[in-house]
């Protein structure tokens, strides 16, 4: 995937803001239960703080299609068919970028979005789909600029999941989907961040690997 997506122009409402700043897509990914929405959230708490307008978002979306997808795919005993989870996951993704993401980018926020295209390659590749066809399928998904992958064992997220019932929540799935995942740290698609700390050193990297890449970016 290539980097920065930047629409529009956003500026820093600190005064003496270092940085010059324009709409930029940032995603936050990892297991189920690895801590990735809380890093999410006070990611966009952080950037709020630093003058930056930042939002939230998540998928599956909060919208028509993501909701139809927890409710059919993820809340239920057995898992329906990969090739399903995957187009489904891919529509919403396109109902998302174009209701939520673009619009949001234009007005020159930074939009952190909770999961995003790596979510399928991961879970959809770990459970036996090709990579090509997974990106086929999400050819209008726009690139974001920064992933990150908050990165926690998969015998520690099935230890958390047991509370909640997930199609994923088996330690196996959850094996299968990290190894997917840190193919996608190795071949550079994703950055890594040690998840398996106290939560404010988990967030505290991951400020800083965001605000390093918007200075860098904003010398471009
Ligand atoms: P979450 O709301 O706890 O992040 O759970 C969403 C679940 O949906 C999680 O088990 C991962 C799964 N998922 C996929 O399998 N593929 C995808 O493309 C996305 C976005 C999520």
């Known amino acids: 995937m290539s980097n920065g997506n930047a629409v529009g ?5 600190k005064a003496g803001c270092p940085v010059k700043k324009r709409g930029m897509f940032i995603c936050i990914e990892g297991l189920d239960a690895s801590g990735k929405t809380t890093h999410a959230h006070r990611l966009v708490r952080n950037l709020q703080k630093r003058g930056f307008e930042a939002i ?10 993501g909701k139809f997808i927890r409710k059919y795919v993820l809340q239920r005993r057995k898992r329906v068919p990969s090739v399903v989870e995957a187009l489904l996951f891919a529509v919403d993704r396109v109902d998302h970028v174009e209701k939520k993401i673009k619009p949001a980018l234009q007005e020159g926020k930074i939009v952190v979005s909770d999961r995003y295209v790596y979510s ?16 086929e399928i999400n050819e209008l998904a726009l690139p974001p600029g920064l992933a990150i992958y908050i990165d926690v ?3 520690v997220v099935v230890r958390r999941l047991r509370r909640r019932r997930s199609v994923m929540e088996r330690l196996e799935i959850q094996r299968k989907v990290r190894e997917a ?3 996608l740290v190795k071949n550079g698609s994703l950055i890594p961040v040690d998840g398996n700390r106290p939560r404010d050193e988990v967030s505290k990297d991951v400020l800083t690997i965001v ?5 860098s970016w904003g010398k471009h």
């Open 211 to 215: 605000l390093d890449f918007l200075k």
């Open 120 to 135: 399928s390659l991961a879970y959809q590749g770990a459970a036996g789909l090709e990579t090509k066809w997974i990106e």
């Open 153 to 155: 064992p998969a015998e």
């Open 181 to 183: 995942y840190m193919r």
């Open 56 to 65: 939230y978002t998540t998928e599956p979306s909060a919208g028509e299609i």
């Open 9 to 13: 122009n956003i500026f820093c409402e």
